[in-house]
């Protein structure tokens, strides 16, 4: 979600298109330094909410930061 170099942590959320040139791939995400505390995840019916929070509890187990995942559902 940002373009700039990256000189801390990263969490990946996957890859887009740049807007301005659709032919470019582009890595979307945000710095860790971003989430200190608690992390929401909202959206409609089948967008993709669970597979994004799955993609970043992976990441954050990976760099051996805690995790706590409340979801009602079952489908983490």
């Known amino acids: 979600m940002f373009r700039q170099k990256r000189q801390e942590p990263w969490t990946s959320v996957g890859t887009g298109i740049h807007l301005d040139h659709p032919q470019t791939v582009i890595e979307l995400g945000f710095p860790d330094s ?11 019916t089948r967008v993709g909410k669970t597979r994004i ?3 970043i ?9 805690s995790v706590v995942a409340i979801d009602p559902k079952g489908d983490i």
């Open 53 to 55: 929070m799955e993609h």
């Open 34 to 44: 971003y989430r200190k505390g608690h992390f929401w995840c909202f959206g409609t």
């Open 57 to 65: 509890i992976e990441q954050d187990i990976k760099k051996g930061y």
